[in-house]
Nanobody, 123 residues
Framework: QVQLEESGGGLVQAGGSLRLSCAAS????????MGWFRQAPGKDREPVAR????????YYADSVKDRFIISRDNTKNTVYLELNSLKPEDTAVYYC????????????????WGQGTQVTVSS
């Protein structure tokens, strides 16, 4: 089992920045990749960014490329998502997730999820 806990959400004005954190515990040695997803009210959950736990390779959704940065600190079992140049359409609950194998696409087969942290961007 892998437990995930997000933090760092909040209210920010358009153009501002936030940094989200996701602390992993439990069987972290089994983690292959970590991802951030988001879900806005009335919309489906969508992928945001993903990082290989060992490799550090990153993937981004087109909507956040060049604005968001995903990183990890393996010594702290923590993944970060830096949100820059925020827009009102970035308002959503942001979820951290973990996958244990390279199965599927970079956005698929995440078996562990956090509870989410709310990000609200005012115009």
């Amino acid at each position: 089992q892998v437990q995930l806990e997000e933090s760092g959400g909040g209210l920010v004005q358009a153009g501002g920045s936030l940094r989200l954190s996701c602390a992993a515990s439990g069987r972290t040695f089994s983690v292959y990749a970590m991802g951030w997803f988001r879900q806005a009210p009335g919309k489906d959950r969508e992928p945001v960014a993903r990082i290989g736990w060992s490799s550090g390779n990153t993937y981004y959704a087109d909507s956040v490329k060049d604005r968001f940065i995903i990183s990890r600190d393996n010594t702290k079992n923590t993944v970060y998502l830096e949100l820059n140049s925020l827009k009102p359409e970035d308002t959503a609950v942001y979820y951290c997730a973990a996958k244990q194998s390279p199965t599927g696409t970079p956005w698929a087969a995440y078996g562990y999820w956090g509870q989410g942290t709310q990000v609200t961007v005012s115009s």
